[in-house]
C-alpha cells in the first residue's frame, strides 16, 4: 500500500515558503502523491491551481486532484486545466471527481445542485472524449492534449450503493475518506466497490483509495479537534463537534495501526490529510511513514 500526502491547503497558514516546504518535503520523503480538493466558501487555496503548483514543484510523486467537483464546472473548461497538469507533471496526474455535499458551494458559483449525479456522469464520458481529441462545441480539440495517452485515471469519490453503482461504469476506482479513521469502514467500501465493478461486468480490479484527517506532535489532538470543528461546521456545529472529538489519529500508533490494518483490507494507497500546515507535521509524518514502510 503506498501514503500519499494531501497540501494542508484546508487549514490556516499555507503561504508560498510552506507551500513549497511542503511540496519538497512531500516529493523526498515515503509518499506516493501530493493532492489538493475543492471548496469553495471557505479560507482554503483552491485545489486545481493547487495541484498546477505542485506539478511544477515536484519531480516524482504522482499528482491526485482530490476531488474535483465536476458539477460545478464547465467540462470543457475542466478538461484543459486537468490536461494542463498533466503536462506540467509530466504525465503524473490522478483525477477523482465526485458531486460534493455543500449547496453553498453550488450556490457561490451559480451552479444548480439538481441533476447533479447525471451531470457528474455525463461530465466523465465528456472529459475522455476532449481528452482523446473529440471537438468542443465551435468545432475546434481542446488542448493541450494530456500526456498520458488516454488522459489521466479518474476516480471516484463514491461510497454509497446507487454512486458505486453508476460510477463503475466509467471510473477507473475509488476515492473514499474516513472521518473517524475506521479501517473496518473504509473495508466495508472497498469491498461494495469490487462489487459493483464485477455487477458492471468489469474484469478488472478497481483502484481503492481511502483517506483521513490527521495531526501529529505536540498538541496534537487539540489541533485535529479544531480543525475538524472548523472544517465540518458548515453540516452542523453540533455534529462537527460530536465527530471531531472522535478522531483518532493524532498520535504515531493510531496512524500506524490504521496502516497496517487498511493495508490487510486490500487499499492501494491511503491519503494523509493534515490538519495544520506547520512543517513540523510533515517531519513528523515523515518519520512515522518511512517507518512504517521500512518493516514492512
Known sequence: MDVGVALPQMAH???????????AGIDDGPFSSVSAGERI?????????????????TQRVRVLVNVVVLPWHPVAMVAKQLA?????SGGRLEVAVGVGGRPSDYEALGAPFSSRHRRLDEGVVELRR????GPAAD???????????????????????KSLARCAAWADGISGFTLLGDAEEAA?????????WA?????ERPRLVTGSFV???????????????????????????DLAARMPLHDAGALTALLDALEASGCDEFIVVPATADPAMLEALTNVVGDWVSRR
Open 41 to 57: 466558501t471557505f479560507h482554503n487555496l483552491e485545489g486545481l491551481s493547487a495541484c498546477a503548483a505542485a506539478a511544477a514543484a
Open 199 to 203: 455487477a458492471a461486468g468489469r474484469s
Open 84 to 88: 494542463t497538469i498533466d503536462v506540467l
Open 130 to 133: 476532449l481528452w482523446s481529441g
Open 215 to 241: 495531526a501529529l506532535g505536540p498538541g496534537a489532538s487539540d489541533t485535529l479537534r479544531s480543525f475538524a470543528e472548523a472544517y465540518l461546521a458548515v453540516f452542523s456545529p453540533e455534529l462537527a463537534a
Open 13 to 23: 497558514g499555507l503561504d508560498r515558503d510552506r507551500f513549497l516546504t511542503w511540496c
Open 188 to 196: 466495508a467500501g472497498f469491498r461494495a466497490a469490487e462489487d459493483a
Open 139 to 161: 468545432g475546434q480539440p481542446i488542448g493541450p492534449a494530456p500526456v498520458q495517452p488516454a488522459g489521466p485515471p479518474v476516480l471516484a469519490s463514491a461510497m454509497g450503493p
